[in-house]
């Protein structure tokens, strides 16, 4: 990048922490993962931050290990549409991302639900788009089972696609206020869908909401959810964190989107990572390794074996070498937890070589192959990192995610955010309303005057 060259902007959204062994919720500073008031200091500090938007993850079903419930984890949270639509009374421009999943959800009640939100929120909405292939999961459900793999993104491209419909159904002459003749609305046309998922005839309940179509995000990794992402998602969240791989998965998602008519600016590429601060980078070192600890106990370590070897290993020692007979195959020995490859005796193989090349414990394996994207460093060093794989296009920008609920975000927003601002890299006040205009997304349809007669209402 040339120095004559403006410098993009880095894209920061806050993950809520949860859901997954990074949470330490067992160390003292660590408060409520319920009450609304850890919500709304972390959306607060956000906000506060200048960033893009918050993001909730969400689980359908609480994870069994060996039998049990995998008490490991935090796991459950309030409903996400209801967090999201009370956080939207305590901010201002924050953008408000949801996890909702188009398997076991219908699109007319989606569209609804996500049209809502970004009205009540003054165009502030994100759908994380997610499926579930799992009968696991299947069985919370009346029709049960699952989807097959590339099933369940073409539930979710049609999902999408009837959303979109319903979201666009309204014309520009659609409302009318007329008092005196007690008219406020005509020319609401139906919207007929009929697919091998749904067949659908309704006409919308809403009109345009402020951003015209809530923002979409998408994680699906494999080839059917890269194709999935590049042609209908308006920023993907990915795990690939290192600078080499983001470079190659960045490069990978822009070329993809030329097929389907988009453009490179029409899709932003945000990597998961987590971040660790010190006064001095050995401080942070110090730091990053007592919580990596914290986050993965000899229990953890153990459990996250038996995920692969798919056997009890309760027996093994956490801080001993990992065990000398191969994985049985059963891949139900965790159930609601993606699994870490199709084959698990080539983890197995690739894990005891690392293990032996680096005189890895069992427990240090695992923190090991089980670590996000890191920045570890002082303030500056941190933002320094950050802003050179946006620079280099390794990403659009970052999802954080604090080990701590819910103060994990403030020193970031204190210590780091000035520094990127003071890089030229970061903004120093929002500029819009809407998530897409932090985005630096285009509107997709500009219906100004139906949008408007909504609001005079």
Do not use: C
Request: glycine share 8%; no cysteine; proline share 5%.
């Amino acid at each position: 990048m040339s120095s004559a060259e403006p410098r993009k902007t880095v894209h920061l959204a806050a993950h809520f922490p949860g859901v997954n062994n990074t949470t330490v919720w067992s160390d003292p500073a660590s408060k409520s993962q319920i009450d609304f008031e850890s919500f709304v200091h972390l959306a607060r500090t956000a906000e506060r931050g200048l960033f893009d938007f918050f993001f909730l993850a969400e689980g359908l079903r609480l994870r069994e290990h060996l039998g049990r419930i995998h008490d490991l984890d935090v796991v459950g949270r309030p409903d996400t549409f209801a967090v999201l639509n009370a956080l939207a009374g305590v901010t201002e421009k924050l953008g408000l991302a949801g996890t909702i999943n188009s398997t076991y959800n219908e699109p007319f009640e989606l569209a609804k639900q996500f049209a809502s939100l970004d009205h009540l929120s003054g165009g502030r909405a994100a759908w994380n788009v997610v499926t579930s292939s799992d009968a696991f999961t299947g069985e919370n459900f009346r029709r049960g089972g699952y989807l097959e793999h590339a099933d369940r993104y073409r539930r979710a491209a049609e999902t999408i696609e009837v959303a979109r419909a319903l979201w666009d159904s309204w014309p520009a002459d659609a409302l009318v206020i007329d008092r005196d003749a007690g008219v406020f609305a005509r020319n609401i046309p139906e919207t007929r869908h009929r697919g091998a998922q749904f067949d659908i005839a309704a006409r919308f309940v809403l009109p345009p909401s402020p951003q015209g179509h809530p923002v979409l995000l998408q994680a699906g990794d494999s080839d059917d959810g890269r194709e999935f992402g590049a042609a209908t998602a308006d920023a993907i969240f990915t795990g690939h964190g290192t600078l080499e791989a983001g470079r190659t998965f960045y490069a990978d998602m822009k070329g993809r989107l030329a097929k389907y008519g988009r453009g490179p600016d029409e899709l932003k590429i945000l990597p998961a990572a987590t971040f660790v601060l010190g006064d001095t980078a050995t401080e942070a070192e110090d730091r990053a390794r007592h919580i990596r600890y914290q986050q993965v106990g000899p229990q953890t370590a153990i459990a996250f074996l038996e995920q692969v070897w798919g056997r009890d290993l309760s027996g093994y020692d956490p801080d001993g070498p990992l065990p000398d007979v191969d994985p049985s195959g059963d891949v139900n020995i965790t159930r609601g937890r993606v699994r870490h490859a199709k084959d698990p005796r080539a983890v197995a193989e690739a894990w005891r070589a690392k293990a032996e090349a680096e005189k890895l414990s069992i427990r240090e394996l695992i923190i090991e192959v089980t670590a996000r994207q890191q920045f570890v460093g002082t303030p500056a060093e941190v933002a320094e990192r950050i802003d050179e794989y946006v620079q280099t296009d390794a990403a659009d920008g970052f999802i954080l995610v604090p080990h701590l609920t819910p103060g994990g975000l403030d020193e970031f927003v204190d210590r780091v955010v000035p520094e990127l601002q003071e890089r030229g890299s970061f903004r120093t006040e929002y500029t819009g309303d809407t998530l897409r205009d932090h985005l630096g997304l285009r509107h997709p349809r500009h219906r100004t005057s139906v949008h408007e007669g909504a609001r005079a209402l």
